[in-house]
């Protein structure tokens, strides 16, 4: 069933309309969530409460005829994410304490335990550098790296100019860039 | 092309993310600077670093669990026969307390903040107009606050901040009694009410002490990041 069906019926209160667009929209927003909150628990609240805003919200939607619900959906994740990042001032987790599981990005070392362990070593360090970002900036790392939105979709979906993002991004990048330096200069990467 | 420049579009070209002339001219000078090539090199390694680490998978959650978890937040099928309120009840309870808050309002307004009439008088019409008066009470309060927020020391130098006394109490005001109208029935407007309130009390304390402090003003704007919620909440 098409998507503008679904919203139409959703609309109507039904619910199984509904069930199927947070089946279509869980894991970006789910994604979203943990990605820049780095803690299951306030990504699992932050999904559940954006998926209760967008209900509560879907008439307005509507009347955009000319939005996606994909992007309008990401918004309402985005300001949920601000809300929960600014209630728990960083209670942040590394991967470590959370379920997080390895990706294969090379399946044939992957079985290599040496391999894997400086991977989740890289990956902490990454996550508390992003850490470090203020919000905004964050949330703009976050959008670019792991949703792979492009610079004008990151501008549209903040409400601010193209530049602004670049600069975030530029800086983000200096800041990571300055930092995993040294760790390549440390371990002497095989794996690049 | 500046070396700086060419930096600055490092980042965007590891995401491949510039526009074909853009792109271009961007590798025309990498090929042509050597420190720039050598920079771009590293990048590069570091980009490799940062993609090796992002293969992590999500965490396994139960889906299911979450949807149910929603679902006993919605409201029920035959409550929505009322539109913006879950019942019949909540519809006449909600109307008699607009009725009332409107009195007040209507009478607060001529007695005292002549100036914020035109915006609240539209929250008493009726629920379906509320969404209306919240849009337009944030347009209301947006100069003041990207105001503060854009504030610094350097550019501003010092305290020039002012306020008409008046229109500060209506837009508290106004803000006070949206938030308690609209609050429970919108999740999202609350909090960004709330932090407003926050900012225009803070305002509304430097004022009566005599004293301003933009810096302390702004921090409270940019700490809950209130300019980005107003302009998301518009477009939500």
């Given at each position: 069933m098409e998507e503008s069906s679904l919203i139409r019926m959703a609309q109507a209160g039904d619910r199984e309309a509904f069930h199927r667009l947070f089946e279509a929209y869980r894991e970006k927003i789910f994604g979203l969530a943990f990605n820049y909150l780095r803690n299951v628990e306030d990504a699992e609240d932050v999904l559940q409460e954006t998926f209760v805003r967008a209900y509560h919200h879907l008439g307005r939607f509507n009347r955009?005829?000319?939005?996606s619900l994909s992007g309008w959906i990401t918004r309402i994740g985005i300001n949920c994410c601000l809300d929960s990042f600014r209630k728990n001032k960083m209670k942040f987790q590394t991967a470590?304490?959370?379920a997080a599981v390895d990706g294969a990005s090379d399946p044939g070392r992957d079985a290599d335990p040496e391999y894997r362990r400086e991977i989740q070593e890289v990956r902490e360090k990454l996550a508390a550098i992003v850490e470090g970002f203020p919000p905004k900036q964050r949330m703009a790392f976050s959008l670019r790296h792991h949703q792979d939105l492009k610079v004008r979709e990151i501008a549209a979906t903040l409400g601010c100019t193209e530049g602004a993002v670049k600069t975030m991004l530029f800086r983000s990048f200096e800041a990571i860039k300055k930092h995993l330096k040294k760790f390549l200069g440390e371990k002497s990467y095989e794996m690049l | 092309m500046k070396c700086s420049k060419a930096r600055k579009m490092m980042v965007l070209a590891l995401y491949d993310d510039l526009q074909e002339a853009e792109r271009r001219a961007f590798e025309e000078h990498v090929r042509d600077c050597r420190a720039c090539d050598r920079e771009w090199e590293e990048s590069r390694r570091v980009f490799a670093l940062m993609k090796s680490a992002a293969g992590e998978s999500l965490p396994q959650i139960s889906w299911e669990k979450n949807w149910v978890k929603i679902n006993d937040r919605l409201p029920g099928k035959e409550r929505r026969s009322f539109g913006f309120f879950p019942s019949r009840g909540w519809a006449i309870t909600a109307a008699s307390m607009l009725f009332v808050l409107g009195i007040g309002i209507w009478i607060g307004q001529l007695l005292f903040f002549p100036s914020g009439r035109e915006v609240s008088?539209?929250?008493?019409?009726?629920p379906g107009s509320l969404q209306p008066a919240l849009l337009d009470h944030l347009e209301a309060l947006k100069p003041v606050v990207v105001e503060y927020s854009n504030y610094s020391v350097d550019r501003n130098g010092g305290d020039r901040f002012e306020i008409d006394r008046a229109l500060l109490q209506a837009l508290i005001t106004q803000n006070q009694l949206l938030k308690q109208i609209i609050a429970e029935h919108d999740p999202t407007a609350a909090p960004l009410l709330e932090d407003l309130d926050l900012v225009l009390k803070e305002i509304a304390i430097q004022d009566s002490r005599g004293r301003r402090d933009p810096a302390t003003v702004k921090e409270i704007i940019d700490g809950r990041d209130i300019v980005l919620k107003m302009e998301l909440f518009k477009r939500i």
């Open positions: 955009e005829e000319s939005a470590e304490g959370t | 008088s539209r929250a008493e019409a009726s």
